[in-house]
């Protein structure tokens, strides 16, 4: 069998959240069992690991969107590196540039991508038994595959279309309609939704099924999903969820060559002290203070909002009785506001931007990762930092309730119910006083890391998903 799938994302060609480390690892995992052959297609970004590679250039064509005509070359990762084969599509002017994402024409990127795919594959006579498609950045491609004349040789091909973020969702005006491959016009409906073209309603109503990255999050959609509830509930037939899991040969606190210690169950204690106190003594906090962490986007959903109250109120009310540490970007707003406790508070460490390295750091450091997420379709983090004895104190939502079960359940992690300071904050303070219980800190710090979270489990359940 196989498959290919297309993303915007792949770990460790481009990166900005979480959907890069789930299609960087999941194709990886699908390979290991046998018969399949999992491939990705994703767009040629200006990014290192490009020139870092050698590639050969296995198509060059051409497409039309609208009145332009656009060159489309399709270049091989020659080594398959990755573990699967890693297909890049360059389109000079759309799909060449720095980033993934944040240019004005992101409609006619994203647009460009998906139609030189299916030119490239129709072209070439190459039919895989599924394209897998991921988020709203690839989800044109059902209905392009059934309704657009261009692609008849793909029509039977399956579709499987994941939602990593129904936060997002492509909408657009139907002028674009002009830019896309010619289509059966009587069936503009599977495209539209209240009077824009919505890819990730038009994914859901054309794949032939369509997955969540956790069973919390799907339940979620039902009742809260920037107002396509109706449609996913229609559709509920043909969805599933199923829980995204980590890479455990990157994510490995064993063998993790960016940690300045590494260490196993056996050892772990004593090992993440080490790493704690050298990463306080860099960033001027005090090692005998439990370490609470963040790491992610500035963004609403994130919960990223309250962190400047949760900073000055944690330390105040407790002392200064803690350290808190920030990893981080985005709402500027956010940062400025972060930037002024960074000179106010001793027990404060902030640093902006995305840094894997320091990520990887933080996890075998801190003793508390705080996820106050309004939205977490799956989340990875709570993951990687259970895998390296670090304590989850999550918001009850989404892929966290799938994931995270609270100490006075049986769990290993804490739990809160609101996404406001007060419980934050609550929360907190059951963590410091876990924290000064020597003997309950160590064994919280065994059952995370012993937590299978591997993909094995949920690649295997992708795989009956594309059978049936």
Known sequence: MTIYHLSTECYPVAKVGGLADVVGALPKYQNKIKGIDAKVVMPWYNKSFIYDHEFDV???????????????????EKTDALGFELYMVKIPGLLDRDNPYGYQDESF???????GVLHWLSAMKIKPDVLHCHDYHTGLVPFMIK???EFAFLKDVKTIGTI????????MSWEMSNYMPAFDSYKWGLLDWKGYINPLASMIKCANAF??????YLEELFVSFRGLESLVRDEFGKAYGIINGIDTEVWNPETDPMLDFNFSVKNAVAQKKKNKDKLCKEYGLKPELPLFAFIGRFAMEKGADLLPDVVWRSIKQSYGALNIMILGSGNTYIENKLKEYEYTYTNFALDLGYKEHLSHKIYASADFLLM?????????????SMRYGTVPVVRYTGGLRDTVEDISTGGAGLNFTYSGVDDI???????????NQKGVMEDLIHANMNFDFAWEKSAEKYIALYKN
Request: charged residues 10%.
């Open 164 to 171: 990593h973020n129904g936060e997002y969702q492509g909408m």
């Open 109 to 115: 990127q994203f647009l460009a991508f998906q139609h």
């Open 372 to 384: 106050p997420s309004r939205v977490e379709p799956c989340g990875l983090n709570q993951m990687y």
């Open 147 to 149: 309704y657009c004349p």
């Open 425 to 435: 904050l609550h929360a907190m303070n059951r963590a410091v006083a876990i924290y």
């Open 211 to 216: 997955t969540t990255v956790s069973e919390g």
């Open 58 to 76: 296995v198509f060059d064509g051409f497409i039309h969107q609208g009145p332009n005509m656009l060159q489309v070359q399709v270049m091989k």
